[in-house]
Each structure stands twice: as C-alpha cells, then as structure tokens.
C-alpha cells in the first residue's frame, strides 16, 4: 500500500531522523484521545474567552492578554501530548511514520501550523494594531490559528473512525463526538457575529424591531417612508437616502439561522455516516455549543441556551425512533428536515417567551421554519446521495433496449 503524500514528503526531508518503516499503523488508546480531546477542550475554551475580551471590553491592545496566554498554553500542552504519544511507540532510532497511530497523522500538518501560525499572529498585531471587534476574526494569522486548532482537535475522530465497529457505546464513541463538537464550534467562532445566539439573537426581538423604528427607513415594516426607490436601487443610495437598517440587520439574523442549520444537521450527519449514534450524542454537541456561545456576551443571552438542549434532546429522539425502523440514510433525512424546524420553533418560542419578545412578523419566522427544513435537506443530499445506477446495470439495460428496438424493427 503506497503511503500518504505527507508521510512520504517527511520521510524524505527528515530522512536521517525518520524513515517510513513497515507494517500496519497501530490505534491509540481512547484514554490517549480523551486526554486529547480534553487539552483540546482547553484550548477552545480558551479562544471563546478571548472572544469575551474582544466582545464586551475596549482598548485591548496587548498581545499578552490571559486569554492568549492561555490559548497558546493549550496548543503548546496539545503539541506535548501528541508527542509523548508518537514516542511511546517508537523502539529505535530512526522513527518510524507507521508507528505514529491512525488519525495522528494530522499533527504533520497541525503542528507545524500552530507553531507558525503564533510567531505570525504576534507579528500581525506588531504591523496592523488589534482590529476592533467585527475584524478580529478574520486576519490571516487568526485564521491559521482556528484551521491548525480545528485539526487538532479533529485527531480523535478520525483515530475513531478506523476503528472497527458501527454501533458503540456513548462512552466509547465520546471522545470522538466531542472532538466533533470542538471542530464545529471553531468553524462557528469564525462566523459567531452571524450567531442567532449571540449578536443575530437580538434582530428578532420586538425591543430590537422596535429600537430601529427610531430611524429612517426604506424598507422596514410600517415605516411609513416613501419608497422612491426600488430595492436594488435604494440599497447602493447610501448617504442621501433612508438606510435599510431593518433589511440588513434581517439578513444578518437570516443568515445566521441557516449557517446554523446546515453546520448542525452536516456534522450530526457526518457522525451519522459512519456510527449508529448512541443516544444523547445530539444532545451533548448541541448543549455543548449552546453553553459555549453564551460565553462570547458574558450570559447576557442565558435564555437561549434550553434552546439547543430541547433541540438536542428532539434531535435524539428523532434518530433513536426513526433508526428503528428505517436504515441510517432514511434516518438521517427525516432527522435533517425534521429537527432544524423544531430547533428554530423553540427558539422564536424562548425569545416571545422568556426574552424581548418577539419581533418579527411570521413572514419571517414561519419562512425561516421552512427555510432551515430546505437547508437540511440539501445537507442531507450530500451527507447522503443517492445511489447513482451501477455501469454495468447501465449497460446491461442499454444492451436490452437495443434488442427491444431490433424485434420492434423486423415486426417480432
């Protein structure tokens, strides 16, 4: 069996150190990938709390914040551990790449990432400053940080996913559900200005529906402004013209609703390909999110997070009945378009109830119930395509239509 690209490209550079060696990869330990998964929890935590800082406090302007410190403590104590685990099976002098476990592999790519990625990330403040909020996110060295943490954290899950077996147990299969909800709530951090459960959460409200009313609007529902533009028109008249605060600030919330949907069903189906989830798998993953999220305003947005927790708890209900009858495809569809309506319901529920109320009229939020269903269809499809028609069903099918059109030609 020819090895992987990196393997074979760091057998190469490293070759007086390292060399490919024979025979099968062995598997880490689930203690090894929950020690894993637990600095990688760490780590995360770590980034969410400096989202704290960057989202509720000014004038951060020091590259040595706690919160740093502590992030970069985490990937440092990552990078630690998955090398005591690659030497533990190491015997002799030069290593050997097919003794480094199966999933582990990532952390060729990883940690040389992470370990460029920080230097980059000091030097990208020296050079631009601390972009405020609504940038910090998205510089480059910000970037590499999230994708080289992101894989990381995914090396429990692909070691589980070589192992053998469809149906384990939840205290098996955890290491991996959880490495699985670390890696989805990074790819959301990214994005977690859009979230409907941090800065989106307030669009829907009627306080905030009430507070842009104060304003000119084009477009807002009773805003009673002439429209003399259309829509096309009014949105590039900035500066002379009402702004549209009510259009872009639903859009944002809209955008965030089905950024939402499709990262929930995609990864809970991703895990659904391979495994017959246990129960409170969907559970976990969303709680776990829904606590992480209200981290980023300080709990201001407590409210929202019994939101993921019923959604995660209908969610498992959904797979655990619908499985029993109906094979993990058909499951993963009926819990695809079932389970984001149910979600987003619950939520516009806890905002009329237990929230500012709700603002929006049901254009908007019985379009976003079945909007989400849509979105988690169309995720399902690629979770789960459906089966094309083998080649040679094809043509064998070709070949007995063309016999069916000969015996048509000489009258048989």
Known sequence: MKPPFGFALVARVASPLVKLGDGPRPFSTLREDAILTALAGWTLISLFWDGITHNNETGQDSFWSAAHISMYLGLAAIGVWILIVLLRRQ???????????IGYGLALLALPMAALAGPADFIWHELYGFENQTDSAYSASHQFLFLSGALLAAIPLAAAWQRRGVAPTFQRLFPAIAAAT????????????????????????????????RYPDGYAPGSNVD???????????????PWPYYFYSTMAAVAGILIWSAALVGMTLYLLRRWRLPLGTVTFMWSALGFLFAMIDEYRSWELIPVLILGGIAGDLILHRVGRFAPRPSAGRIFAIAAPPILWALYFLDIEVLGDGLGWEPTIWV???TSSAGVGFAVSLLAFPSRAPDRLDEEARDVAVEADERREAVGV
């Open 91 to 101: 015997d002799r002098r030069p290593y050997q790449l097919n003794k480094i476990p």
């Open 182 to 213: 670390l890696v989805l709530a990074v790819g959301l951090f990214v994005a977690h200005l859009l979230s409907p459960f941090y800065a989106g959460g307030f669009v829907p409200t009627d306080a905030f529906q009430n507070d842009i009313t």
């Open 367 to 369: 379009g976003m119930l």
């Open 227 to 241: 429209h003399v533009d259309a829509m096309a028109q009014a949105l590039v008249h900035y500066g002379d013209r």
